[in-house]
């Protein structure tokens, strides 16, 4: 994997990459977050296109608009629903004027206006005085700060790039670690064969969604293709189909692929429950030798099931040394 696709490969190890990541601070501008959630502009602020979100938290309106002022966060999305409309209906058209007026001072990165509901005319003067982009969506309030939310979690998520390679497997996220010529990709080719799916090959990138989520994806420009030293590039949606690749998927499994070491000790029970820290999120890790013999989609699909079993509360080692009347603890032979 080091000669093609040369400004992806050999990245890094995962310490140097996540010190870097650290301090990149993500945003997505205000056009594109439009697009995204198919909002109707009522009025777009002379700057549209340069106006970044740069907070996936975001605020209802309520309490600016009846003139409590502390704590808010000029940088998050202001949205106003059916109940802050009703309210302002309520108020006189002074008052209205003064609630606008604490509203777009803010200079937010944008207001949205849910359930398209009809602005009020001096809502739209205020969003022209202030130069604020306004919004309309169909969308109930829930349903709109859901989306939202889930849109800019991703699009703003603390990210790194690993050299590897991320496939599904059942259902389950399992993302292949190991040194270049260890066989990811060929093991990866094997498993779609099988009938799984491929995400990513050689760069693997991975975003922090949330605080116990880490989701992988492929960088566009090498997406769904894959790399097999002999044969060169190969486009794995056109030859196997759609049905072949994903965009992106959850990490549930962490495995690295390493060169079977004979003097060394490797698990052979299962116990205990080993994890890596990526992001912050420790996620299941294990590590699979590697020696000429060996069918690496069977034992990486078995690792899958085994871990799905794991998610759902039963452990297979620790039932044995239950029925075998032992209270083991693993100390790196697993030997009885």
């Given amino acids: ?70 704590h808010n966060n000029p940088d998050r999305l202001q949205i106003c629903g059916k109940v802050e409309m009703a309210y302002l209906s309520y108020k006189s058209y002074e008052e209205r004027l003064e609630a606008f007026n604490h509203l777009f ?13 009809k602005p009020f005319p001096e809502m739209v003067e205020f969003a022209k005085k202030y130069d604020v982009t306004l919004f309309s969506s169909p969308l109930s309030t829930s349903h709109f700060m859901s989306d939202a939310i889930s849109l800019l979690n991703v699009e703003l998520a603390q990210r790194i790039t690993r050299h590897g390679v991320l496939v599904e497997v059942y259902g389950e996220g399992i993302l292949l670690l ?11 080719i094997e498993l779609v064969k099988r009938g799984h799916r491929l995400i990513a ?53 962490v495995i690295n692929l390493e060169i079977w070491e004979k003097d060394k000790n490797y698990s052979t029970i299962g116990l205990g429950d080993p994890t890596i820290d990526i992001l912050g999120v ?20 078995v690792a899958a099931m085994n871990n799905r079993d794991k998610k759902m509360g039963y452990n297979s080692a620790e039932e044995l040394m239950q029925r075998l009347g032992l209270n083991m603890e693993e100390d790196g032979s697993d030997e009885f």
Avoid: C, W
């Avoid at 001072?105 to 509901?117: D, G, L, Q």
């Avoid at 190991?178 to 990866?188: L, V």
């Fill in 1 to 70: 994997m080091d000669n093609d696709f040369t400004s992806y490969s050999n990245i890094g190890n995962i310490a140097n990459s996540y010190e870097e990541s650290k301090e990149i601070e993500y945003t997505i501008s205000v056009s594109d977050f439009a697009k995204n959630l198919n909002l109707n502009p009522i009025y777009k602020s002379s700057d549209y296109e340069d106006v970044q979100i740069v907070t996936a938290e975001i605020n209802r309106a309520g309490f600016v608009l009846a003139g409590f002022l502390e």
């Fill in 105 to 117: 001072e803010m200079k937010p990165p944008a207001i949205v206006i849910t359930r398209s509901n």
């Fill in 178 to 188: 190991g040194d270049s010529g260890i066989g990811k990709s060929e093991t990866a």
């Fill in 201 to 253: 090959d050689d760069a693997v990138e991975l975003r922090k969604v949330s605080g116990r989520t880490i989701v992988g994806s492929s960088p566009m420009n090498i997406r769904h293709y894959i790399e097999l030293r002999g044969i060169g590039i190969v486009n794995v949606r056109r030859i196997f189909g759609m049905g072949s690749v994903k965009v992106s998927e959850k990490i549930d499994l």
């Fill in 282 to 301: 420790p996620l299941p890790v294990t590590t699979i030798p590697v020696k000429p013999g060996r069918n690496l989609a069977i034992i990486i699909e």
